[in-house]
């Protein structure tokens, strides 16, 4: 048991010597616990340099191991879910020295990646897909005629999600050779029941009773009587002592729960499973946070570390302000904004898919315990949930992550938006979330929800913007959504009592002067880069809005200032296509204004995981980047005496 992160390397004489899983599978058997040990303080020493996922990883080490180790991986095809488990997988499948540049620019990537490692079979960032991945690909060898193996490793809370048992059914279906490891790490489905279940377990995975049962059944073909007798015994001794009756129904041969932790019964009863044919499901009960006592007593609080500074040699006097931080990150914003609103107005209904902790739900569940609502790991059925409550004169806040909602697009679209139901969406995550990287960034909300049919679609720009525009959303009656970024707002204070801004309506907060040859250029802002934008125009001489709403546009504002400016620039955190910019240029278009506008905002191409800061700096939405882009377009002698 480690009581502390190494900071640094730790001596892994075992470790060092494997480095692809080939030589993992060169080791006796009973190296394997002293590999397990050198293998967990390595990932302890590593994570601690850079941050990362972290008490999932450690709860895994054991059966990461034993997966190589019983798979001839990467011909045998191994697939995890979500990703946030993979730190051992990397760092015993040729990666171990590349862990330091984890999540950096450049660096490995935080979650399985098909671009980075053979290896990573198939990339992930959302939950509850490997088990249809890991069909696709066993359905696939089994059409080539290859005897190649798949495993699909997914967790308790995965499993909550419709996606897993679709493909759960679907596999039953085909009858396909392929395993799924129910990693059950908070014992949300089931709880091991003691010895009685060890021993079962023993029995059901061994060679000796899967040769019975198979043999069983060819011998009692004949007789439907007797076989319908058999395999209801053996369902009813199994629904006593163990959850697997349903996975038993939905077709898949069930083991389990064993202990995640003990390699010699992991790896032996994985190499029965690897030569037993069709759909399988080993259920494992493992610790997160295993072997890091901390992790072990808040398996929540260590879900993922900072990099840990070192300390500075000798203490250093500074005059500091005193004066406490402003800032609040904005998820902690809207659970203070939640908990307001839902004292003033019992009809108010928080729902979240998994994400109470990083939504910031927290204090609301507890003080509001009957009208909070954690779906888990079940996107599309928040969104119909909140529907549902919405018909019955309701008022649901769905908390939700940018990129996360996407998987509840048809419900946002069918059961609410068509509908006109008074659903709010918090939309977290907004925009680049930097170490994440692409699977997580919230890039293209802005976008999905605006083309849908009376959707009000606010950007604050703020803390206070942030609770003015949720208060304005909360009150509109109608399907309303406010995205607000990850991390900490630029500091402003949060005025009360909250007042609500008019629906569509932006503000202008600077006005501009003409440069040099009488050019005037106008800001449009929509959101959280305003300080930025702001910086920007500044040193241009530039007018400045912060135009709050995406949908509905405040039109006035944007006529007035194509009326007195020769160029529109619009800046956003979201994709360029179909976003803000996208809805300017094509209200211009239709009223027959012209003008030119310059669109701002990311790329059309993935951005890779980084610090945010660099990230947005190379797509060029920093305050260099918003004013080398409008110089561009400018004449020479427009932009040479600009102002700062």
Same mark, same amino acid.
């Given at each position: 048991m480690f009581e502390e992160i190494p900071l640094s390397r730790p001596v892994t004489p075992l470790l060092d010597q494997v480095v692809t899983p080939a030589d993992l599978r060169q080791l006796e058997e009973e190296q394997l616990p002293q590999l397990a040990k050198e293998l967990r303080e390595f990932m302890l020493y590593s994570v601690g340099q850079t941050g990362g996922h972290f008490g999932a990883g450690l709860g895994v080490v054991e059966l990461t191991i034993a997966l190589h180790y019983c798979y001839n991986t990467p011909d045998d095809k191994l697939v995890w879910d979500v990703g946030h488990q993979t730190y051992p997988h990397k760092i015993l499948t040729g990666r171990r020295e590349q862990m330091l540049t984890m999540r950096q620019a450049g660096g490995l990537s935080g979650f399985p990646k098909r671009s980075e490692s053979e290896f990573d079979t198939f990339g992930v960032g959302h939950s509850s897909t490997s088990i249809s991945a890991a069909l696709g690909m066993a359905l696939a060898a089994e059409m080539d005629e290859r005897d190649s193996k798949t495993v699909a490793v997914i967790g308790d809370g995965a499993m909550t999600a419709g996606m897993a048992f679709e493909a759960l059914n679907h596999g039953a279906h085909t009858g396909t050779d392929m395993l799924v490891v129910l990693n059950d790490n908070n014992m949300s489905i089931s709880?091991?029941?003691?010895?009685?279940?060890?021993?079962?377990?023993?029995?059901?995975?061994?060679k000796f009773y899967t040769n019975l049962r198979e043999g069983g059944k060819k011998v009692l073909a004949n007789m439907p009587q007797a076989w319908e007798l058999a395999r209801k015994t053996e369902e009813h001794m199994k629904g006593m002592v163990s959850p697997g009756t349903l996975f038993e129904e939905l077709g898949f041969y069930y083991i389990g729960p064993i202990d995640g932790h003990d390699l010699e019964r992991l790896t032996h009863d994985l190499r029965n499973l690897r030569s037993l044919p069709g759909p399988k499901l080993l259920h494992i009960i493992t610790q997160k946070g295993k072997g890091f006592a901390p992790a072990e007593e808040d398996p929540v609080g260590y879900h993922a570390l900072n990099k840990i500074e070192p300390k500075p040699k000798a203490p250093m006097v500074v005059e500091q302000d005193q004066t406490p931080s402003k800032k609040q990150k904005y998820q902690a914003v809207f659970g203070d904004w939640l908990c307001a609103m839902a004292a003033t107005d019992s009809r108010l209904i928080g729902i979240t898919p998994a994400m109470c902790e990083g939504s910031g739900m927290v204090e609301f569940a507890r003080r509001f315990e009957s009208r909070f609502h954690d779906v888990a790991i079940a996107e599309q059925h928040a969104v119909t949930l909140a529907a549902? %409550?919405?018909?019955?004169?309701?008022?649901?806040?769905?908390?939700?992550?940018?990129?996360? %909602?996407?998987?509840?697009?048809d419900q946002l679209i069918h059961d609410v938006a068509i509908q006109n139901l008074d659903v709010t969406f918090a939309i977290d995550r907004a925009g680049l979330v930097g170490e994440d990287g692409p699977t997580h960034a919230g890039s293209f909300d802005l976008s999905y929800l605006r083309c849908v049919p009376d959707m009000v679609i606010a950007a604050p720009s703020d803390e206070n913007e942030c609770c003015r525009l949720l208060s304005t959303a909360y009150l509109h009656c109608g399907p309303a959504a406010v995205r607000y970024p990850r991390g900490k707002g630029p500091g402003a204070e949060i005025q009360q009592p909250l007042q609500p801004v008019p629906l569509g309506k932006g503000v202008q907060l600077q006005k501009g002067h003409s440069i040099n040859n009488g050019r005037r250029v106008a800001i449009l802002s929509f959101g959280t880069l305003l300080p930025a934008a702001r910086e920007a125009a500044a040193r241009l001489n530039a007018s400045l809005c912060d135009m709050r709403f995406v949908k509905p546009l405040d039109t006035e504002l944007i006529e007035s200032m194509a009326e007195c400016h020769d160029l529109l620039v619009t800046v956003e955190e979201n994709t360029i296509a179909g976003g803000a910019g996208s809805a300017v240029l094509e209200w211009l278009a239709h009223q027959g204004i012209r003008v030119p506008v310059l669109p701002l905002g990311l790329p059309d191409h993935y951005i890779e995981h980084g610090n945010h800061s660099e990230l947005l700096s190379q797509a060029g939405l920093n305050a260099d980047g918003i004013c080398e882009r409008i110089e561009r377009l400018l004449p020479p002698e427009a932009s040479a005496n600009t102002a700062s």
């Open positions: 709880r091991n029941v003691g010895g009685l279940s060890d021993y079962f377990s023993k029995i059901w995975a061994s549902g %409550l919405a018909c019955e004169g309701k008022k649901p806040v769905v908390a939700i992550y940018s990129t996360f %909602l996407q998987r509840a697009y």
